[in-house]
Nanobody, 125 residues
Framework: QVQLVESGGGLVQAGGSLRLSCAASGRAFSSYAMGWFRQVPGKEREFVATISWTGARTYYADSVKGRFTISRDNAKNTVFLQMSSLKPEDTAVYYC??????????????????WGQGTQVTVSS
C-alpha cells in the first residue's frame, strides 16, 4: 500500500507559477514511477507528466511541455510538479499517482495503482 497526499494548489493569475508536492508513505517509494494527472468536472482525468523510478526519465503531455517540470526526491519520498506560465485552461484538480514497476512512460490513468486525493489549481485570467 502507498498513501499519497498532494499539497501546493491554490489560486494564481495567468502567467504565474505554482509548485505542487506529493508526499508518499508506505512501500518503497523508489519502486514506483510517479505521475501527475488533472481533471475538470465532466471530463476524464488527463495525463500531465510522469517520472521514472530513479528520476532519470520524464515524459510530458504536449499541452504542458516546456511549462511544467516533474521531479522527485526519493530520500524524502516526494514528487513535485513545478508549473510555470500558467494558463486559465490549466485550472483543474491535480492528482498524483504511483505506478509499480510497469513499463515507462505510462500515460493512462488505469495504469496507476495508487492515487492521492487531489489538490485544486485555479488560474484566473
Amino acid at each position: 500500500q502507498v498513501q499519497l497526499v498532494e499539497s501546493g494548489g491554490g489560486l494564481v493569475q495567468a502567467g504565474g507559477s505554482l509548485r505542487l508536492s506529493c508526499a508518499a508513505s508506505g512501500r518503497a517509494f523508489s519502486s514506483y514511477a510517479m505521475g501527475w494527472f488533472r481533471q475538470v468536472p465532466g471530463k476524464e482525468r488527463e495525463f500531465v507528466a510522469t517520472i521514472s523510478w530513479t528520476g532519470a526519465r520524464t515524459y510530458y503531455a504536449d499541452s504542458v511541455k516546456g511549462r511544467f517540470t516533474i521531479s522527485r526526491d526519493n530520500a524524502k519520498n516526494t514528487v513535485f510538479l513545478q508549473m510555470s506560465s500558467l494558463k486559465p485552461e490549466d485550472t483543474a484538480v491535480y492528482y498524483c499517482a504511483a505506478d509499480y514497476q510497469d513499463s515507462f512512460p505510462v500515460k493512462e490513468a488505469r495504469g496507476y495503482d495508487y492515487w492521492g486525493q487531489g489538490t485544486q489549481v485555479t488560474v484566473s485570467s
